[in-house]
T-cell receptor, first 113, second 114 residues
């Protein structure tokens, strides 16, 4: 079964600085999707960014970008110019075909003013 | 376009009771998935419905069941509640079934079992 590992339970970053959240996954498949979801204290899970495994180019969404290393099965999220509103739990997730999303345990990000 | 809605937002039940949670997907979305979120186990998949048919099922006991209606709205039911069923239950919808379609989540229903 596929597994997703987030090795950093908690991270903190100064406002306006850059932080990178780590994620590794285990799969024998070549075609799949990876996601980062954000869950702020309000609990609404929000999609931050997604990456298609067959695309070599790293996905970016404004201040959010990923470093996708397919051979290493690594999918890290970089947040630039961190803002107070970025404070949340961040979940890395994997999905292939019609199988369910598989989530990591999450990383709690604190932003220090 | 309105997002995924879940009702009720909060629920308190006692052991042995049963509960029904409701999820209305984004208009036009035909796939609905349910997840249970707890501090200890994290996010665990319950089941997925597409066009009124259960397409995937997670590793949960038979006390957990669900269904989807012709308008894509979905309900999940938990019978004979146990203390360990206390959790945030999240519903997510997508246009179709499959990884190429992003799942959008609702705000969740917080279930507390006393």
């Amino acid at each position: 079964a596929q597994t997703v590992t987030q090795s950093q339970p908690e991270m903190s970053v100064q406002e306006a600085e850059t932080v990178t959240l780590s994620c590794t996954y285990d799969t024998s498949e070549s075609d799949y999707y990876l996601f980062w979801y954000k869950q702020p204290p309000s609990r609404q899970m929000i999609l931050v960014i997604r990456q298609e495994a067959y695309k070599q180019q790293n996905a970016t969404e404004n201040r959010f970008s990923v470093n996708f290393q397919k051979a290493a099965k690594s999918f890290s999220l970089k947040i630039s110019d961190s803002q107070l509103g970025d404070a949340a739990m961040y979940f890395c997730a994997y999905r292939r075909g019609n199988t369910p999303l598989v989530f990591g345990k999450g990383t709690r990000l604190s932003v220090i003013a | 376009k309105a997002g995924v809605t879940q009702t009720p937002r909060y629920l308190i039940k006692t052991r042995g009771q049963q509960v029904t949670l409701s999820c209305s997907p984004i208009s036009g979305h035909r796939s609905v998935s349910w997840y249970q979120q707890t501090p200890g186990q994290g996010l665990q998949f319950l089941f997925e419905y597409f066009s009124e048919t259960q397409r995937n099922k997670g590793n949960f006991p038979g006390r957990f069941s669900g269904r989807q209606f012709s308008n894509s709205r979905s309900e999940m039911n938990v019978s004979t509640l146990e203390l360990g069923d206390s959790a945030l239950y999240l519903c997510a919808s997508s246009l179709r079934q499959g990884a190429h379609d992003t799942q959008y989540f609702g705000p969740g229903t917080r279930l507390t079992v006393l």
